[in-house]
């Protein structure tokens, strides 16, 4: 496994992620097979151990790990379900709330060209610095905000965002606008946390720092399994409860 580069301007979370998921995808940590604890890399690399959850939880977040209460991650099954998986491939805010309901409004917060960050273009596979489109939108349930949620769209894809006036008032759907622009979902991954909600995601909610609160990150690729929607949405389940279809495998 590779060393960490101090000099690097690449995040320590970032290199200590790739050089995990060059194992992963080398066979040298095979399906299955435990992930190093958080003291071992901590050793291993001399990074922090918060530098080192965020890397194991960026694993987690794309796919390539499963945490397991009380015993740590694991090198997930190819195409193995990661936990509990939201029906339907439309986002949370399509899937959740359905655009046209009265009692549903959409205040679109900020909308336009930034440079993603690292765990997004990690998600996106697309090369660091890149300018992507970002949306960010706070959803109301009669007046009361619900949701607060942020997508990333890559180069070759903001441009379809940017032209969709509607997604950017917040009168239409962006999983419309992406499907018109010829992005259609063949699948997703989505990872669900319960966190507090932080002061940012709080005042854009009007509610308390330490509320609790549902994070849902999800990364959507085409059939070709290219990724081309990030999104994290903050969800209060207590205006808006979240319900998850199950069914058995055959």
């Not at 200590?16 to 190093?36: D, F, N, T, V």
């Not at 099954?77 to 439309?90: N, R, S, T, Y």
């Not at 949306?135 to 997508?151: K, M, W, Y």
């Amino acid at each position: 496994m590779k060393n960490i580069e101090r000099a690097s301007p690449v995040p320590y979370y970032v290199q200590l992620y790739e050089a995990l998921l060059s194992s992963i995808q080398s066979g040298e940590l095979p399906a299955g097979q435990k992930l190093p604890g958080e003291s071992e890399l901590h050793r291993t690399f001399a990074l922090s151990r918060p530098t080192v959850r965020q890397a194991l939880d960026m694993l987690e977040s794309n796919g390539y790990a499963q945490k397991v209460a009380r015993r740590g991650y694991f090198v997930a099954e190819p195409d193995a379900p990661q936990g509990w998986h939201i029906e339907g491939l439309g986002g949370f805010l399509e899937n959740g709330l359905l655009h046209g309901d009265p009692s549903v409004t959409t205040t679109v917060v900020s909308s336009g060209e930034q440079r993603l960050p690292d765990e997004v273009t990690t998600a996106l596979r697309i090369p660091r610095k890149s300018i992507g489109f970002v949306l960010e939108r706070v959803r109301s349930v009669d007046g009361q905000p619900a949701l607060f949620s942020t997508n990333w769209t890559p180069p070759g894809v903001a441009g379809v965002v940017a032209v969709a006036t509607g997604v950017r008032e917040g009168t239409s759907s962006l999983t419309a606008a992406l499907q018109s622009g010829g992005y259609q979902a063949a699948g997703a991954r989505r990872v669900m946390h319960a966190v507090a909600a932080g002061p940012v995601i709080a005042a854009h909610l009007r509610i308390p720092d330490t509320t609790p609160m549902l994070r849902i990150r999800s990364t959507t690729w085409d059939k070709s399994l290219v990724p081309y929607d990030y999104y994290e949405t903050w969800l209060r389940t207590d205006i808006v409860p979240l319900a998850v279809d199950a069914r058995v495998m055959t």
